[in-house]
C-alpha cells in the first residue's frame, strides 16, 4: 500500500469534485482527486458521460457532448496541479485526525476531505432500455427531464414518465411546456406523492395518468432513425399488453446516493445523502465537506454542483486557516526531533500535549541556558486583519508627548485599540509585537498590489470591468512575486484611505534611512543602523580645518575635491529617488480619484435611466432630480 499525505482530498469525479480541485489547486491547496473507476457502475465523470448534449451549461451556446465536458473539467483540474488518481475510494476512517482514505493500493492522510461522489438515477431494466444495439438509453430514454426534455426530439411528441412520487408529479409538469402530451405511467393504483403535487399535475390537460401499469419492452420508430418510438405497457393487474406510441421516456423512480462507502461515518437523511449545515457544505464532522449531488436531492444539476464544489473548497481552505498550525491532537503523544547542540548532546524525549501545553521539560544547551517552547503560531484572518487595519487608521501619534513617539508606545495604543473593539470580542488576542509584524507584512504586500494595480489600470482596454482590471493585477503581482495575493479585504479597505496614501508618501520620501522615518514606520531603529547613519552623516559634513591640517591643506586639496563630488552625486540620486516616488504617488493618487469620478458618474447615469424607465407618472423631486441628471450629461 501506498501512502500519500495531503491537505485537501478530494472524492468524486463530475463538476463537483473538479471545481472542488480547481479552487483547492488556485489556492495552493495541492489537492488529490479520487475520481474512481467503474463506481456505481459509471464512468469517471458520472452522470455526464451517461448524457450526449449539454445544452444549459454556460459558456457553451452551441451545446457540449457530457463526455467533453468532463473531459475539459478534468484538463483544467490538472493545469493548476491537481493529481488526479482513477482509483475507487472503498473505505474512509474520519474517527480521528489525520483523516485515513483507502483504495486497493493507496492510503491517503488527509487533513480535510470533500465528499462529492454523486448520485445514480434508478432506472428500470426491460427489452430496449439499455444502451448499445437494440437499446435506446440517451436516443429517446433518460432519466433526466430538467437535463434533456428541451431537446429537439422531443418536442411537440408524446411523452412518458414513470413514476409516483412529487419528481414524477414536478417533472411530468414541465414537460408539458415542450411534449404534446405527456403520459405518467405507475405501478400501483395511487401515487404517494404529495397531495398537492398530484392536483398540479392531474390538473393539466396536457397529462394522462397510466395506473397498474408498467413498461415491459420499447422499441424504434417507423422510419428506422434509431430513436424511440413507443413502448410496451402490461396491466399489472390484468395481464394484458397495450400499445404506447411515445417518443420520450424518463425514469422518475428517485436516485441512489454514492454514500454507501462512508460506513455511516457521515450523518445521513432518510434517503441517503449526507446531511450539511444550511448555507454551507460542512458536514457532522468537523473537516470534511460534502458537495454535488450526494448532498443535493431537489437540484441535481451540473451548474449548481459545480457551486456547491466552490462552496467546500473554500469551506476547506478556511476550515484548514482556523487549525493553523495545530497538528497535534489533545492527548496525542509526540516524539520531538532530535535537536543537536554544541556539546554533541540532544534531545528526543517524547512529550505530551494537553490542551495546548507539553508537559516536557525545557532542554539545556551549550553555555547552560535553558530555551522554552515557542508558542502555537496563530494565523491572522481576514476579520483580524480588517480590525487591525481600523486600530492603525484612527490610532494617531502623539504630537506633545515625546515617550508616545515611541513605535513601542505606538503599538501598545494599537493592541489595545485592538483588543477594545467590539468585532474583536470573539477574535484570538493579539499582541504589540503581532500587531507591528501584521502591519508591517499587509503594508508591503498592499504597496507592491496597487503598483501592479496602477500598471494593470493604464492597459485597461474597452469593455474591461473593473474585477477585469483586479484579476490583471494579480496576475502581474503573482508574475513579480512568484506567490498569490491574499489580502484583497486589505487592499479594498486601504485603497481609499488618504491616510494610508500620505503615510506611504512620506515614507517614499523619506527613502527608510532616517531614524524619523524607521520611527514613523512603527519600527525599531537598531544600534548598527544607528552607528551606519552616524559614519554616513559625518561623511558627508565637512569638519573644520586644524592647526596641523592646515599646513597641509595644499596637499589635501584633491581629496576634498573629491569627497565634494561624491556628496553632490550622492544628493542629486537621493533628489532623483525621490522624485521618481512622489511622482508615482501622484500619480496613483490621481488615477483612484479618477476612478471615483468615473464610479460617480456610471451612478448617476444608472440613476437617470431608472427615472426614464418609470412607467407611472414622476413625484415633483424626481421630476427636478431627472431634469438636473440630463442638464449635467449635457
Same mark, same amino acid.
Given at each position: 500500500?501506498?501512502?500519500?499525505?495531503?491537505?485537501?482530498?478530494?472524492?468524486?469525479?463530475?463538476?463537483?469534485?473538479?471545481?472542488?480541485?480547481?479552487?483547492?489547486?488556485?489556492?495552493?491547496?495541492?489537492?488529490?482527486?479520487?475520481?474512481?473507476?467503474?463506481?456505481?457502475?459509471?464512468?469517471?465523470?458520472?452522470?455526464?458521460?451517461?448524457?450526449?448534449?449539454?445544452?444549459?451549461?454556460?459558456?457553451?451556446?452551441?451545446?457540449?457532448?457530457?463526455?467533453?465536458?468532463?473531459?475539459?473539467?478534468?484538463?483544467?483540474?490538472?493545469?493548476?496541479?491537481?493529481?488526479?488518481?482513477?482509483?475507487?475510494?472503498?473505505?474512509?476512517?474520519?474517527?480521528?485526525?489525520?483523516?485515513?482514505?483507502?483504495?486497493?493500493?493507496?492510503?491517503?492522510?488527509?487533513?480535510?476531505?470533500?465528499?462529492?461522489?454523486?448520485?445514480?438515477?434508478?432506472?428500470?431494466?426491460?427489452?430496449?432500455?439499455?444502451?448499445?444495439?437494440?437499446?435506446?438509453?440517451?436516443?429517446?430514454?433518460?432519466?433526466?427531464?430538467?437535463?434533456?426534455?428541451?431537446?429537439?426530439?422531443?418536442?411537440?411528441?408524446?411523452?412518458?414518465?414513470?413514476?409516483?412520487?412529487?419528481?414524477?408529479?414536478?417533472?411530468?409538469?414541465?414537460?408539458?411546456?415542450?411534449?404534446?402530451?405527456?403520459?405518467?405511467?405507475?405501478?400501483?393504483?395511487?401515487?404517494?406523492?404529495?397531495?398537492?403535487?398530484?392536483?398540479?399535475?392531474?390538473?393539466?390537460?396536457?397529462?394522462?395518468?397510466?395506473?397498474?401499469?408498467?413498461?415491459?419492452?420499447?422499441?424504434?420508430?417507423?422510419?428506422?432513425?434509431?430513436?424511440?418510438?413507443?413502448?410496451?405497457?402490461?396491466?399489472?393487474?390484468?395481464?394484458?399488453?397495450?400499445?404506447?406510441?411515445?417518443?420520450?421516456?424518463?425514469?422518475?423512480?428517485?436516485?441512489?446516493?454514492?454514500?454507501?462507502?462512508?460506513?455511516?461515518?457521515?450523518?445521513?437523511?432518510?434517503?441517503?445523502?449526507?446531511?450539511?449545515?444550511?448555507?454551507?457544505?460542512?458536514?457532522?464532522?468537523?473537516?470534511?465537506?460534502?458537495?454535488?449531488?450526494?448532498?443535493?436531492?431537489?437540484?441535481?444539476?451540473?451548474?449548481?454542483?459545480?457551486?456547491?464544489?466552490?462552496?467546500?473548497?473554500?469551506?476547506?481552505?478556511?476550515?484548514?486557516?482556523?487549525?493553523?498550525?495545530?497538528?497535534?491532537?489533545?492527548?496525542?503523544?509526540?516524539?520531538?526531533?532530535?535537536?543537536?547542540?554544541?556539546?554533541?548532546?540532544?534531545?528526543?524525549?517524547?512529550?505530551?500535549?494537553?490542551?495546548?501545553?507539553?508537559?516536557?521539560?525545557?532542554?539545556?544547551?551549550?553555555?547552560?541556558?535553558?530555551?522554552?517552547?515557542?508558542?502555537?503560531?496563530?494565523?491572522?484572518?481576514?476579520?483580524?486583519?480588517?480590525?487591525?487595519?481600523?486600530?492603525?487608521?484612527?490610532?494617531?501619534?502623539?504630537?506633545?508627548?515625546?515617550?508616545?513617539?515611541?513605535?513601542?508606545?505606538?503599538?501598545?495604543?494599537?493592541?489595545?485599540?485592538?483588543?477594545?473593539?467590539?468585532?474583536?470580542?470573539?477574535?484570538?488576542?493579539?499582541?504589540?509585537?503581532?500587531?507591528?509584524?501584521?502591519?508591517?507584512?499587509?503594508?508591503?504586500?498592499?504597496?507592491?498590489?496597487?503598483?501592479?494595480?496602477?500598471?494593470?489600470?493604464?492597459?485597461?482596454?474597452?469593455?474591461?470591468?473593473?474585477?477585469?482590471?483586479?484579476?490583471?493585477?494579480?496576475?502581474?503581482?503573482?508574475?513579480?512575486?512568484?506567490?498569490?495575493?491574499?489580502?484583497?479585504?486589505?487592499?479594498?479597505?486601504?485603497?481609499?484611505?488618504?491616510?494610508?496614501?500620505?503615510?506611504?508618501?512620506?515614507?517614499?520620501?523619506?527613502?527608510?534611512?532616517? #531614524?524619523?522615518? #524607521?520611527?514613523?514606520?512603527?519600527?525599531?531603529?537598531?544600534?548598527?543602523?544607528?552607528?551606519?547613519?552616524?559614519?554616513?552623516?559625518?561623511?558627508?559634513?565637512?569638519?573644520?580645518?586644524?592647526?596641523?591640517?592646515?599646513?597641509?591643506?595644499?596637499?589635501?586639496?584633491?581629496?576634498?575635491?573629491?569627497?565634494?563630488?561624491?556628496?553632490?552625486?550622492?544628493?542629486?540620486?537621493?533628489?532623483?529617488?525621490?522624485?521618481?516616488?512622489?511622482?508615482?504617488?501622484?500619480?496613483?493618487?490621481?488615477?483612484?480619484?479618477?476612478?471615483?469620478?468615473?464610479?460617480?458618474?456610471?451612478?448617476?447615469?444608472?440613476?437617470?435611466?431608472?427615472?426614464?424607465?418609470?412607467?407611472?407618472?414622476?413625484?415633483?423631486?424626481?421630476?427636478?432630480?431627472?431634469?438636473?441628471?440630463?442638464?449635467?450629461?449635457?
Amino acid at each position: 500500500m501506498e501512502t500519500h499525505k495531503t491537505k485537501v482530498c478530494i472524492v468524486g469525479s463530475g463538476p463537483a469534485a473538479h471545481t472542488a480541485a480547481i479552487y483547492a489547486a488556485r489556492a495552493e491547496l495541492t489537492p488529490l482527486l479520487f475520481e474512481g473507476w467503474m463506481a456505481n457502475d459509471i464512468a469517471p465523470g458520472g452522470q455526464l458521460t451517461t448524457t450526449t448534449d449539454v445544452e444549459n451549461f454556460p459558456g457553451f451556446p452551441d451545446g457540449i457532448l457530457g463526455v467533453d465536458l468532463v473531459a475539459k473539467f478534468r484538463k483544467q483540474s490538472e493545469r493548476f496541479g491537481t493529481k488526479i488518481f482513477t482509483e475507487t475510494v472503498n473505505k474512509v476512517d474520519f474517527s480521528s485526525k489525520p483523516f485515513k482514505l483507502f483504495t486497493n493500493t493507496r492510503t491517503v492522510l488527509a487533513d480535510a476531505v470533500i465528499v462529492s461522489t454523486g448520485a445514480v438515477a434508478k432506472r428500470l431494466s426491460f427489452a430496449g432500455s439499455g444502451e448499445g444495439a437494440g437499446g435506446f438509453w440517451n436516443r429517446g430514454i433518460s432519466a433526466c427531464a430538467v437535463c434533456d426534455g428541451a431537446a429537439p426530439i422531443f418536442r411537440d411528441k408524446p411523452l412518458v414518465v414513470i413514476g409516483g412520487g412529487d419528481s414524477a408529479m414536478e417533472e411530468a409538469n414541465f414537460l408539458t411546456k415542450y411534449g404534446s402530451k405527456v403520459y405518467i405511467i405507475h405501478r400501483r393504483d395511487t401515487f404517494r406523492a404529495s397531495k398537492i403535487m398530484q392536483k398540479r399535475a392531474l390538473s393539466n390537460p396536457k397529462i394522462e395518468v397510466i395506473l397498474n401499469g408498467s413498461v415491459v419492452e420499447a422499441y424504434g420508430d417507423e422510419n428506422g432513425k434509431g430513436v424511440l418510438g413507443g413502448l410496451k405497457v402490461k396491466n399489472v393487474v390484468t395481464g394484458d399488453v397495450s400499445d404506447l406510441k411515445a417518443s420520450g421516456l424518463f425514469f422518475a423512480i428517485g436516485h441512489e446516493p454514492a454514500t454507501k462507502f462512508l460506513d455511516g461515518q457521515l450523518e445521513l437523511d432518510e434517503d441517503g445523502y449526507v446531511v450539511t449545515k444550511p448555507g454551507t457544505t460542512k458536514t457532522s464532522v468537523a473537516g470534511v465537506f460534502a458537495a454535488g449531488d450526494v448532498q443535493d436531492k431537489k437540484y441535481r444539476q451540473a451548474i449548481s454542483a459545480a457551486g456547491t464544489g466552490c462552496m467546500a473548497a473554500l469551506d476547506a481552505e478556511h476550515y484548514l486557516q482556523e487549525i493553523g498550525s495545530q497538528k497535534v491532537e489533545l492527548g496525542q503523544v509526540v516524539r520531538a526531533t532530535p535537536l543537536t547542540v554544541y556539546n554533541g548532546a540532544s534531545t528526543s524525549t517524547p512529550f505530551t500535549v494537553y490542551n495546548g501545553v507539553s508537559t516536557s521539560t525545557p532542554f539545556t544547551v551549550d553555555n547552560g541556558e535553558t530555551t522554552g517552547r515557542r508558542e502555537t503560531r496563530c494565523k491572522w484572518s481576514p476579520a483580524e486583519d480588517v480590525v487591525l487595519i481600523n486600530a492603525w487608521l484612527n490610532t494617531d501619534k502623539y504630537i506633545i508627548v515625546a515617550t508616545d513617539q515611541r513605535a513601542s508606545s505606538f503599538w501598545k495604543r494599537i493592541a489595545a485599540y485592538y483588543s477594545s473593539s467590539p468585532a474583536a470580542a470573539s477574535l484570538p488576542k493579539r499582541e504589540s509585537s503581532h500587531c507591528k509584524q501584521r502591519w508591517q507584512k499587509i503594508n508591503d504586500s498592499v504597496c507592491k498590489f496597487v503598483e501592479c494595480y496602477d500598471h494593470a489600470l493604464r492597459q485597461r482596454t474597452s469593455g474591461q470591468s473593473e474585477d477585469d482590471v483586479v484579476q490583471v493585477a494579480y496576475q502581474f503581482y503573482f508574475d513579480d512575486c512568484k506567490k498569490r495575493f491574499t489580502l484583497e479585504h486589505a487592499w479594498r479597505k486601504l485603497r481609499h484611505s488618504q491616510k494610508w496614501y500620505s503615510y506611504i508618501s512620506k515614507c517614499s520620501k523619506s527613502s527608510g534611512s532616517s #531614524k524619523r522615518a #524607521k520611527l514613523d514606520e512603527g519600527g525599531t531603529f537598531s544600534s548598527s543602523s544607528n552607528t551606519k547613519s552616524n559614519v554616513e552623516e559625518h561623511a558627508m559634513v565637512a569638519r573644520p580645518i586644524g592647526v596641523k591640517s592646515s599646513k597641509g591643506e595644499g596637499e589635501n586639496v584633491v581629496t576634498k575635491t573629491t569627497n565634494e563630488e561624491n556628496v553632490v552625486t550622492t544628493k542629486t540620486t537621493n533628489e532623483e529617488r525621490e522624485s521618481n516616488s512622489r511622482s508615482r504617488l501622484e500619480n496613483l493618487w490621481a488615477l483612484n480619484e479618477k476612478d471615483i469620478a468615473e464610479r460617480n458618474k456610471l451612478s448617476r447615469i444608472e440613476l437617470l435611466r431608472s427615472l426614464l424607465g418609470k412607467t407611472e407618472k414622476l413625484s415633483e423631486k424626481e421630476e427636478t432630480l431627472k431634469n438636473k441628471l440630463i442638464d449635467e450629461m449635457l
